[in-house]
């Protein structure tokens, strides 16, 4: 059964740093576009960041809010896909999921297909 396994989220403070990481087993991760995307209670699911599928050239996209603090980046070997996320700010505080795609135009949910169950992200103080 094709799945996502997401794992690295936590409670932490401010200005700290956590590494998210999503193992996709089933299908290789590198076939596909990937998303990371975050949600809290009352509003939509937003892209974070989104990189092409190694068959096409979609290119990279991060949120104009986490510019600069967070990278996403994949490791072929271990079928894994990753989210830097640094310098956490409150407004951080989210259910972070990954998702899967043949492509993707604007980082958003619609576009992908294929999601893991998500990791809660708090930072406060």
């Known amino acids: 059964q094709d799945q996502f396994k997401e794992s690295g989220g936590g409670s932490v403070q401010p200005g700290d740093s956590l590494r998210l990481s999503c193992e996709a087993s089933?299908?290789?991760?590198?076939?596909?576009?990937i998303g990371w995307f975050r949600q809290v209670p009352g509003k939509e699911r937003e892209g974070v960041a989104c990189?092409?599928?190694?068959?096409?050239?979609?290119?990279?996209f991060v949120a104009n809010s986490v510019k600069g603090r967070f990278t996403m980046s994949k490791n072929k070997h271990w079928n894994t896909a990753y989210l830097q996320m640094d310098s956490l700010k409150p407004e951080d505080t989210a259910v972070y999921s990954c998702?899967?795609?043949?492509?993707?135009?604007?980082?958003?949910?619609?576009?992908?297909?294929?999601w893991g169950q998500g990791t809660q992200v708090t930072v406060s103080s």
């Open positions: 089933g299908f290789i991760l590198d076939y596909y576009a």
């Open positions: 998702g899967a795609g043949p492509a993707f135009k604007d980082c958003s949910p619609a576009e992908f297909t294929y």
């Open positions: 990189i092409s599928s190694s068959e096409r050239d979609d290119g990279t």
